[in-house]
T-cell receptor, first 115, second 113 residues
Framework: NAGVTQTPKFRILKIGQSMTLQCAQD?????MYWYRQDPGMGLKLIYY???????DKGEVPNGYNVSRSTTEDFPLRLELAAPSQTSVYFC??????????????FGPGTRLTVL | GENVEQHPSTLSVQEGDSAVIKCTYS??????FPWYKQELGKGPQLIID?????GEKKDQRIAVTLNKTAKHFSLHITETQPEDSAVYFC????????????FGQGTRLTINP
């Protein structure tokens, strides 16, 4: 299993540009998450999904959108990039059964710079 | 909402000594407390977790303790080794479907040979 994969690894955007951060998992996990990590800080939840077609906001959703059309993929969309969105973005996945929770598996991250 | 504070932000110990990292949380409803290790350039990886119905959990050189009354929990690493050098994060959440973790600010642990 490849686990959780993210592309690209690095990206530089200009203010106002748009982009999609890709995330895929091959563990058949029903739950997927997007976090951002600012320098010297902990991770903050942007959006999460409990299954295909179902998404919900996390702690810091403004400026982002997500979709979940399949179990495997959970892309994060930035529509109008702003310098405040300069961060490292992590995607994670987990499964949940009664008696959970179970471990969240994280991808390697995407380092985004907005200039 | 939940707020998690983590201390210290940096910690340097001699190889073979013990390291302790402490976290406090604000929401008494939180009942799941994982610890993650993040190595340079990588995503966080779960190293140990504890639920609120347990006071202590141990896995080889790593242990976590939880004090529900005081709303704080701690990570203990004994017999530290150079490969323990990393950034460690505590987190808290409520076990109810999606696991919306709230993370502490992180502790950069350096093991000096």
């Amino acid at each position: 299993n490849a686990g959780v994969t993210q592309t690209p690894k690095f990206r530089i955007l200009k203010i106002g540009q748009s982009m999609t951060l890709q995330c895929a998992q091959d563990m058949n996990h029903n739950y997927m998450y997007w976090y951002r990590q600012d320098p010297g800080m902990g991770l903050k939840l942007i959006y999460y999904s409990v299954g295909a077609g179902i998404t919900d906001k996390g702690e810091v959703p403004n400026g982002y959108n997500v979709s979940r059309s399949t179990t495997e993929d959970f892309p994060l969309r930035l529509e109008l990039a702003a310098p405040s969105q300069t961060s490292v973005y992590f995607c994670a996945s987990s499964y949940f059964l009664p008696g959970g929770p179970y471990e969240q598996f994280f991808g390697p991250g995407t380092r985004l710079t907005v200039l | 909402g939940e707020n998690v504070e983590q201390h210290p932000s940096t910690l340097s110990v001699q190889e073979g000594d013990s390291a302790v990292i402490k976290c406090t949380y604000s929401d008494s409803a939180s009942n799941y407390f994982p610890w993650y290790k993040q190595e340079l350039g990588k995503g966080p990886q779960l190293i140990i977790d504890i639920r609120s119905n347990v006071g202590e959990k141990k896995d080889q050189r790593i242990a976590v303790t939880l004090n529900k009354t005081a709303k704080h929990f701690s990570l203990h690493i004994t017999e530290t080794q150079p490969e323990d050098s990393a950034v460690y994060f505590c987190a808290a959440s409520i076990i109810q479907g999606a696991q919306k973790l709230v993370f502490g600010q992180g502790t950069r642990l350096t093991i000096n040979p």
